[in-house]
């Protein structure tokens, strides 16, 4: 079956810009993760999701970050006015429960910001 | 500051040759799990250990989780150029959070 996909794979944008990244997880699976991680450095737990729950949005690093998923499926990460310290590659992973160990990534959204 | 540390932080070694990677923390954990992610990819993952003593094969990599569930290995042996990747270990206190260490650079040639 179809795996999580992200869009873009690549973005390049201006300092000051605002960006959103895509997120189509695993059809069926209920729990849906964001994690940025940055050159040379681990996961950086960002944002999860389960069901209809409030989301867990304490690994996101300034209020410039937001994220929204409709109707149990498709993620979007938003980041406004990007700054050059966000470029990073954009992490997401869904699992078939909340607490399920087993997480499956997609390929992931380099983010640069010039 | 890392709850997961991982070394060694970069590994290259001759196609046949043996590995080891490590991660260890303070921290105790419910289960831990090892992923490679290659470059442009989103991290695979490998194996989950949960119980404390653990040890787990696949194929030529054995994962072994603490007694204590602290701390973990990956074994390569006899290595190959696929296996050339980013090693992550990842650990669950407890919750749906994972922990992942900074990774392992592994460089296999041939």
């Known amino acids: 079956g179809a795996g999580v996909s992200q869009s873009p794979s690549n973005k390049v944008t201006e300092k000051g810009k605002d960006v959103e990244l895509r997120c189509d997880p695993i059809?069926?699976?209920?729990?849906l993760y964001w994690y940025r991680q940055s050159l040379g450095q681990g996961l950086e737990f960002l944002i999860y999701?389960?069901?209809?729950?409030?989301?867990?949005k304490s690994g996101l690093p300034s209020d410039r970050f937001s994220a929204e998923r409709t109707g149990g499926s498709v993620s979007t990460l938003t980041i406004q006015r990007t700054q050059q310290e966000d470029s990073a590659v954009y992490l997401c992973?869904?699992?078939?429960?909340?607490?399920?160990?087993?997480?499956?990534f997609g390929p992931g959204t380099r983010l640069t910001v010039t | 500051t890392q709850l997961l540390e991982q070394s060694p932080q970069f590994l290259s070694i001759q196609e046949g040759e043996n590995l080891t990677v490590y991660c260890n923390s303070s921290?105790?954990?419910?289960?831990l799990q090892w992923y490679r992610q290659e470059p442009g990819e989103g991290p695979v993952l490998l194996v989950t250990?949960?119980?404390?003593?653990e040890v787990k094969k696949l194929k030529r990599l054995t994962f072994q989780f603490g007694d204590a569930r602290k701390d973990s290995s990956l074994h390569i042996t006899a290595a190959q150029p696929g296996d050339t990747g980013l090693y992550l270990c990842?650990?669950?206190?407890?919750?749906?959070?994972?922990?992942f260490g900074a990774g392992t650079t592994v460089t296999v040639r041939a």
């Open positions: 250990v949960v119980t404390g003593g």
């Open positions: 990842a650990g669950a206190p407890g919750d749906y959070k994972l922990s």
């Open positions: 059809s069926g699976h209920t729990a």
């Open positions: 992973a869904s699992s078939w429960t909340p607490g399920a160990y087993e997480q499956y």
């Open positions: 999701f389960q069901g209809n729950s409030a989301p867990d």
């Open positions: 921290s105790v954990f419910s289960s």
